[in-house]
């Protein structure tokens, strides 16, 4: 039988800050506060006869439970819970229309200029099947944005907080930082310009006429779906966080 993994404290008591500060309710010095009030706990049940693992869960225990504390600390950092909420909406909907753009970009193109390289024939054809490729793509992008975003927000949220805040600390990053967002997109959108310039003279005006509706139908179809997506996904996440700073 192997031998059991020997119970860290200071591990432990780390991991405990770190899933306490994952809320926005918790200021920094809200979390020292607490994790000053913990060890000491954890040292004064030690003093009792108590092993380092019996002391810690006793000590967590006494503190409170993570929700119980999140709401208590969001009530008196309310304002503090919704400035956090309202700059990481900002983020995310730059992220997430840069990333929607070059996801975008590539698919319409590459199934377009694929199309003409085949010798693609709509009068023959239909738009059936431009119209179902331009949807999937569409979904296909949605979903890596998806992907993408959680794993930022949600699986690096912290580090990438802790990093913006570091490049934002100087104002010569900061300046940088901003010269770099505002032309990243600018920069798509000339790529974009120039890749329907060159899309304007390799199909004829009949076939960009059926382009456009292929692009204008999938873009109803995709946009139910991902609509439908976003608003489920919002208010599921609502009754999780939301109550964060209610009284």
């Avoid at 706990?41 to 119980?68: C, D, H, P, Y």
């Avoid at 004829?204 to 976003?230: C, D, P, Q």
Wanted: hydrophobic share 45%.
């Amino acid at each position: 039988m192997e031998n059991p993994t020997p119970f860290d404290l200071n591990h432990a008591i780390q991991q405990w800050r770190e899933n306490l500060g994952q809320s926005p309710a918790f200021r920094g010095e809200n979390l020292n506060e607490l994790e000053s009030h913990l060890c000491d706990s954890t040292a004064a049940w030690q003093t009792r006869g108590l092993s380092a693992e019996e002391a810690f869960m006793v000590a967590v225990n006494r503190i409170g439970k993570g929700g119980a504390l999140e709401s208590e600390f969001g009530k008196v950092n309310g304002t503090a819970v919704w400035l956090d909420r309202f700059f990481w909406m900002l983020i995310g909907y730059q992220v997430w229309a840069l990333i929607s753009g070059i996801i975008g970009l590539i698919t319409r193109n590459a199934l377009f200029f694929g199309l003409n390289g085949t010798g693609y024939d709509f009068k023959a054809h239909g738009n059936t099947l431009t119209v179902t490729l331009l949807t999937l793509a569409y979904l296909a992008g949605f979903a890596c944005n998806l992907a993408l975003c959680w794993w930022l927000f949600y699986r690096k949220g912290q580090r990438f907080g802790r990093w913006l805040g570091r490049l934002l600390h100087s104002r010569t990053t900061w300046l940088l930082t901003y010269g770099a967002l505002y032309l990243l997109p600018l920069s798509i959108l000339l790529i974009g310009w120039g890749t329907q310039a060159l899309l304007f003279k390799s199909f004829s005006r009949e076939k960009l006429g059926e382009i456009a509706f292929s692009l204008s139908l999938s873009s109803v179809i995709s946009g139910l779906i991902t609509t439908a997506v976003l608003v489920g996904l919002t208010l599921f996440l609502a009754r999780k966080r939301l109550r964060v700073g209610q009284s």
